[in-house]
């Protein structure tokens, strides 16, 4: 059986995709260094986002060295005290 070559060029083309528009809620300052760290990295909030979540899928960190530190600056900046362990127990005030 012959092996199928592929060109060099074939290698960085991209699947296609589909993006939607949706309406998350999500947690005042985790936004905040969301958007910050996204703005560091030159790329939209919805990029950032699809990134963490493919690494997390897979149980690999999309963060190197430095991005953790600066996200751990972002995080002092805007108040951010939550951690993973308060991901399943958030409530929202009672906005009256």
Known sequence: MSERVVPWYMDNIQPPIERVQTGVRIEKRLLKVLKALADLHDISLGDL????????????????????????????????????????????EDPS
């Open 49 to 92: 986002i699809e990134g963490i979540v493919l690494h997390a899928f897979e149980g690999t960190s999309p963060f190197d060295e430095q991005s953790l530190s600066k996200i751990a600056e972002l995080r002092s900046v805007f108040g951010l005290e939550l951690t993973a362990e308060d991901s399943h127990r958030l409530v929202e």
